[in-house]
């Protein structure tokens, strides 16, 4: 089974500030890696597919990047409707999620 | 417009059974694979089982793996979750998915397991 490492697992950020998110797999997904937003009682949402390709509707502030098994993701010019949790997954070998991290306001 | 509409969830008794529904609409669904990913009360998401779009092949993760069945009827559009011998780790809002990306998500049912 692959197991994924998120971190951290919350963060705080001022809005206009770039943030990151890191997923490390146990082992190599060769690039199989999503980005999901989720904000409380509501469903997750794909942002970002593959590494790095943009789901539609997704804003060009978000984006993904990484290869073997450390994965990033990053919000450039973080706005108040991206206060949420971010969660990571990995869909080479079935799926494993990451813990999740929760950004909030500073 | 894609839409999964999960039903069936409620409050079961620890060691019953209950069965999940999800109705799919807005896409081609034998053309897909489906999942149900979960998530308990203030925690992370959990990948609950997955099936192949024929139906002919399943997966599951060992926490609910010989307890848990996904089914689908590709003529009514309808992907299914049998859960048995609930326990109260079970506890969760429940979400019908689509591919292994997850592409598109239902709104969830929730489930308790409680006495």
């Known amino acids: 089974d692959i197991q994924m490492t998120q971190s951290p697992p919350s963060l705080s950020a001022s809005l206009g500030d770039k943030v990151t998110i890191t997923c490390q797999a146990s082992?190599?997904?060769?690039?199989?890696i999503a980005w999901y937003q989720q904000k409380p009682g509501k469903a997750p949402r794909l942002l970002i597919r593959?590494?790095?390709t943009l789901e539609s509707g997704t804003p060009s502030r978000f984006s993904g990047s990484g290869s073997g098994r450390d994965y990033s993701f990053s919000i450039s010019n973080v706005e108040s409707e991206d206060i949420a949790s971010y969660y990571c997954?990995?869909?080479?070998?079935?799926?494993?999620f990451g813990a999740g991290t929760k950004l909030e306001l500073k | 417009e894609v839409q999964l509409v999960e039903t069936g969830g409620g409050l079961v008794q620890p060691g019953r059974s209950l069965k999940l529904s999800c109705v799919a609409s807005?896409?081609?669904?034998?053309?897909?694979?489906m999942s149900w990913t979960r998530q308990a009360p203030g925690k992370g998401l959990e990948w609950v089982a997955s099936i192949t779009n024929s139906g002919g092949s399943t997966y599951y993760p060992d926490s609910v793996k010989g307890r848990f069945t996904i089914s689908r009827d590709n003529a009514q559009n309808t992907l299914y979750l049998q859960m048995n011998s609930l326990r109260s780790e079970d506890t969760a809002t429940y979400y019908c998915?689509?591919?292994?990306?997850?592409?598109?998500w239902g709104q969830g049912a929730s489930v308790t397991v409680s006495s």
């Open positions: 807005g896409f081609t669904f034998n053309n897909y694979w």
């Open positions: 593959y590494t790095s």
């Open positions: 997954l990995q869909y080479v070998n079935l799926n494993t």
């Open positions: 998915t689509r591919e292994g990306v997850m592409d598109a």
């Open positions: 082992q190599n997904i060769n690039k199989y």
